[in-house]
């Protein structure tokens, strides 16, 4: 990795407040601001509209949209009414999302890689301009240049990322082992060139004035995330091995019991400002292009809080 990393923020907070948070961390001094869309959270066009019409500069990022629920001729439609209004400024994040809420509301596809593929293929030839489907096919009336990355987890998504993808999308709970990991797969898809292939990272990140009550205020949540089994291929390839995953299968409790400070570094970004810039250091030699903070219990004064604290050293000692 030669390029100093894109340094973004996630953002997770009530819809009326999206346009506030996206401002703040454009007059931090991120790259970009990453919006997820999460069953059954804000819906990530409206929420990527409001925060585009509240900054100037700043790349939104969706991470990701669901492609067994949106139809993707009108996912097309909606990402390229954003990209013409906001020329350059829009990377739209495509996956298939949790298989767990996908089943309650009857969306789970039998063929998950299948679906994504198509759908991924449809959009991005929409957006070029091109015509799709039978009988002569249709085309958007307003076309535009919107990147599509792909979010994947497991081996074989990760393989149909690097094929199919302009970039790829990383889930939180990731650390430096399943970036290396991740990239091998996403290289395998992409016939061995990946030099072309953004690899975007989203981090859960605390940061406190010490290291001891940053691992304090992470370990409960971030156990109970990494006990899901949506999370089940981030501990698998995380480097722990099999205790890890048995910790994992045995739920919350014994995730949390089980996260010793290596472990919770395998996971997160965590502790004060100058562990978190190692963290982050260690990320993107691992491989990761861009990576995304997602703050964990810090106060909606956060973006500050990390401009001030973190991204001017995470760029005096990578470049940028």
């Given at each position: 990795m030669?390029?100093?990393?894109?340094?973004?923020?996630?953002?997770?907070?009530?819809?009326?407040?999206?346009?506030?948070e996206?401002?703040?961390?454009?007059?931090?001094?991120?790259?970009?601001?990453?919006?997820?869309?999460?069953?059954?959270?804000?819906g990530?066009?409206?929420?990527?509209?409001?925060?585009?019409?509240?900054?100037?500069?700043?790349?939104?990022?969706?991470?990701?949209?669901?492609?067994?629920?949106?139809?993707?001729?009108?996912?097309?439609?909606?990402?390229?009414?954003?990209?013409?209004?906001?020329?350059?400024?829009?990377?739209?994040?495509?996956?298939?999302g949790?298989?767990?809420?996908?089943?309650?509301?009857?969306?789970?596809?039998?063929?998950?890689?299948?679906?994504?593929?198509?759908?991924?293929?449809?959009?991005?030839?929409?957006?070029?301009?091109?015509?799709?489907?039978?009988?002569?096919?249709?085309?958007?009336?307003?076309?535009?240049?919107?990147?599509?990355?792909?979010?994947?987890?497991?081996?074989?998504?990760?393989?149909?990322?690097?094929?199919?993808?302009?970039?790829?999308?990383?889930?939180?709970?990731?650390?430096?082992?399943?970036?290396?990991?991740?990239?091998r797969?996403?290289?395998?898809?992409?016939?061995?060139?990946?030099?072309?292939?953004?690899?975007?990272?989203?981090?859960?990140?605390?940061?406190?004035?010490?290291?001891?009550?940053?691992?304090?205020?992470?370990?409960?949540?971030?156990?109970?995330?990494l006990?899901?089994?949506?999370?089940?291929?981030?501990?698998?390839?995380?480097?722990?091995?099999?205790?890890?995953?048995?910790?994992?299968e045995?739920?919350?409790?014994?995730?949390?019991?089980?996260?010793?400070?290596?472990?919770?570094?395998?996971?997160?970004?965590?502790?004060?400002?100058?562990?978190?810039?190692?963290?982050?250091?260690a990320?993107?030699?691992?491989?990761?292009?861009?990576?995304?903070?997602?703050?964990?219990g810090?106060?909606?004064?956060?973006?500050?809080?990390?401009?001030?604290?973190?991204?001017?050293?995470?760029?005096?000692?990578?470049?940028?």
């Amino acid at each position: 990795m030669t390029a100093p990393p894109l340094l973004g923020l996630s953002i997770w907070c009530p819809p009326e407040d999206v346009a506030a948070e996206a401002a703040a961390a454009e007059q931090a001094g991120f790259d970009e601001v990453w919006l997820g869309e999460d069953f059954f959270d804000a819906g990530g066009i409206a929420a990527a509209a409001l925060a585009l019409s509240a900054t100037r500069r700043i790349t939104i990022g969706l991470g990701v949209l669901s492609a067994a629920v949106r139809h993707p001729a009108l996912l097309a439609m909606e990402l390229s009414a954003l990209g013409r209004a906001y020329p350059g400024r829009l990377i739209a994040g495509i996956g298939l999302g949790d298989p767990e809420p996908l089943g309650v509301i009857g969306a789970l596809p039998a063929s998950p890689r299948a679906l994504l593929r198509e759908g991924v293929a449809t959009v991005r030839a929409l957006l070029r301009g091109e015509r799709v489907g039978a009988a002569g096919g249709v085309a958007l009336a307003y076309p535009a240049a919107v990147p599509v990355h792909i979010g994947a987890v497991g081996p074989r998504m990760l393989r149909l990322a690097g094929e199919a993808g302009e970039g790829t999308v990383l889930s939180t709970g990731t650390g430096p082992a399943y970036v290396e990991w991740a990239r091998r797969h996403l290289a395998e898809g992409r016939g061995g060139d990946l030099s072309r292939h953004r690899v975007t990272l989203l981090t859960f990140i605390a940061l406190a004035d010490t290291v001891e009550a940053a691992y304090g205020a992470i370990r409960g949540p971030l156990a109970g995330l990494l006990a899901k089994p949506v999370f089940r291929s981030v501990v698998r390839y995380s480097g722990l091995g099999e205790e890890a995953e048995r910790a994992a299968e045995g739920g919350p409790a014994a995730m949390e019991e089980a996260l010793r400070p290596e472990w919770i570094d395998a996971f997160a970004v965590a502790g004060d400002p100058g562990a978190c810039v190692a963290r982050i250091a260690a990320l993107h030699r691992a491989g990761a292009d861009a990576v995304v903070l997602c703050p964990w219990g810090l106060a909606p004064a956060s973006a500050a809080r990390l401009g001030q604290e973190v991204l001017p050293e995470v760029r005096r000692r990578l470049g940028g």
